[in-house]
């Protein structure tokens, strides 16, 4: 009450009524004591009397701007905008429950704005009402800075609203202390400046990550089993939901996996450069299950590491129905039993997704050049990349077979590998260097070797016996039983072999 008393008698002085006579006049502002709120009903009036005490109290917002929304309500006056905004809101079909707790504008003129700016962007009223919080986000303080900085990171004007529909959340960011911050992070991963607006629109929850949590912990256990760092940007380019997988609960779990099965890290990892996809797979409902289905169709445990490094798609198909049509259609038209499709499967994994008229053709071709059909299928399991082969570079190289080398079909059924080497760059210059030599010789020892095994064969370095003929992996080197003697630059480890078989497939 004394308070009150001293800014009465402050006011009441006649320096202080000077002032502001003086500073209203120079401003040109009209006197709000001549001008006592026109057009306001006798209603209106005895409410404005219960809510201030007299009649000639004046609105509150016009005291005092405030920073949010231009105006200051009393408690009553913003229950009953409040009341008139939802009415308006229901009337458009929003649901407005969850914005109870939420400060909205003081007048509908403000909702509506948003409302019709969001519906311009491509919303719908559904859209809305999946997310209404964005109702309480400001058109130029929030929603205008936050599209603006999405349009200049590469998501077009013309997606803003596809972006906005699948993380409205991002209206509500801070476009210096949250988005930026997140945008150089990846940059920091080499995702490539163009790739940023891919990268987002696959994954836009991606903004609202903290650098100091999922992200940078995902990154640092994949370079800690041999990822190569600047082949970060790549992988998350191509995948960038890992950014966002806890290392305890996902990462890790798959990767011991894999390695207990037989890979080595090495080897997975840059299995994980290649196709960065495969840690989505579901470790106890997709991976284990297709690992135990792929045994108990035959395949041994210990070509579970190759079938994976060859093919690591493989973990993650629905397997079961693939396997069991495969095996199947072989049994019935390609006269392979259940044992010999499981070698199959070994050699070349790929057979699993392979359409059948694709795997007929070359089946076929075959079968017309008078081979019996139990050769063929001698021939399929020894080599299955036979079923993957064009049949025009077949032809060719059955007829080069046929009419130059003049050789029996027996030899093709003994090695099918044949028709998997280039007819122009390896079976015509190593023929006719033997045929200068005089030099009679199986396809084997001719075709399965490198150029620098070829020649020191031809120079006779040494003596090497007939092997009973290669065990063929796509991709890798061919491995020849009972043949010791390699040169220097042949010898490579496993690993090695199991990286050409990844990268070349």
């Known amino acids: 009450m004394l308070t009150r008393r001293k800014f009465l008698s402050i006011c009441s002085s006649s320096n202080l009524s000077q002032l502001i006579s003086h500073q209203l006049q120079s401003n040109a502002l009209p006197n709000p004591i001549h001008n006592p709120l026109p057009q306001i009903s006798t209603n209106s009036r005895v409410l404005l009397f219960h809510l201030y005490g007299t009649q000639d109290s004046k609105f509150p917002e016009y005291e005092m701007p405030t920073v949010t929304w231009g105006v200051i309500q009393g408690r009553k006056e913003k229950l009953v905008s409040r009341v008139i905004i939802f009415d308006y809101l229901k009337g458009l079909g929003i649901i407005p429950d969850e914005l109870q707790d939420l400060e909205l504008p003081s007048t509908v003129d403000v909702m509506r704005e948003r409302v019709e700016f969001l519906q311009k962007l491509g919303l719908s009223i559904d859209d809305i009402n999946q997310y209404p919080l964005m109702l309480g986000c400001s058109v130029r303080k929030n929603v205008i800075p936050v599209l603006g900085y999405l349009e200049k990171i590469g998501i077009s004007r013309s997606k803003l609203g596809e972006f906005v529909k699948s993380y409205p959340q991002v209206l509500?960011?801070?476009?210096?202390?949250?988005?930026?911050?997140?945008i150089k992070f990846l940059r920091g991963l080499d995702v490539e400046k163009d790739d940023i607006g891919f990268v987002l629109h696959k994954y836009p929850e991606l903004l609202?990550?903290?650098?100091?949590?999922?992200?940078?912990?995902?990154?640092?256990?994949?370079?800690?089993?041999?990822?190569?760092?600047?082949?970060?940007?790549?992988?998350?380019?191509?995948?960038?939901?890992?950014?966002?997988?806890?290392?305890?609960?996902?990462?890790?779990?798959?990767?011991?996996?894999l390695v207990d099965l037989g890979l080595p890290k090495k080897i997975l990892a840059r299995m994980l450069e290649k196709r960065a996809y495969i840690l989505g797979y579901d470790l106890e409902e997709t991976v284990k299950c297709n690992v135990d289905c792929l045994i108990s169709f035959g395949v041994r445990k210990e070509c579970l590491a190759s079938i994976i490094a060859q093919y690591p798609q493989i973990i993650g198909l629905p397997l079961k129905a693939?396997?069991?049509?495969?095996?199947?259609?072989?049994?019935?038209?390609v006269k392979i039993d259940p044992?010999?499709?499981?070698?199959?499967?070994?050699?070349?994994?790929?057979?699993?997704?392979l359409h059948q008229n694709v795997i007929m053709k070359p089946v076929e071709f075959l079968l017309g050049r008078a081979i019996p059909s139990q050769d063929v299928a001698s021939m399929v399991v020894k080599c299955p990349q036979l079923v993957a082969l064009r049949v025009e570079l077949m032809k060719n190289s059955y007829f080069f077979f046929k009419s130059e080398m003049g050789r029996p079909i027996k030899e093709l059924v003994e090695f099918p590998e044949y028709f998997t080497y280039s007819l122009e760059s390896r079976i015509k210059p190593r023929y006719q260097r033997l045929k200068s030599k005089g030099i009679k010789c199986s396809l084997n020892w001719m075709l399965n070797c490198s150029d620098q095994r070829f020649e020191e064969r031809l120079q006779g370095s040494y003596i090497e016996t007939e092997s009973i003929g290669p065990s063929f992996c796509i991709g890798g080197k061919l491995e020849l039983p009972g043949n010791d003697i390699v040169s220097d630059e042949e010898e490579e480890s496993d690993d090695e072999m199991l990286y050409r078989r990844t990268v070349s497939l």
């Not at 995948?239 to 990767?255: A, E, Q, S």
């Open 322 to 333: 693939k396997l069991s049509s495969q095996q199947y259609f072989f049994s019935l038209k």
């Open 208 to 257: 609202g990550f903290k650098l100091e949590g999922t992200m940078s912990t995902s990154v640092a256990y994949l370079v800690s089993i041999g990822v190569n760092p600047r082949d970060i940007g790549p992988m998350v380019t191509q995948y960038p939901y890992l950014l966002g997988m806890r290392v305890g609960t996902m990462i890790k779990p798959l990767v011991d996996y």
């Open 172 to 182: 509500h960011a801070s476009v210096i202390v949250e988005l930026a911050p997140v």
């Open 339 to 353: 044992e010999g499709f499981a070698r199959v499967v070994e050699k070349m994994p790929q057979v699993v997704s």
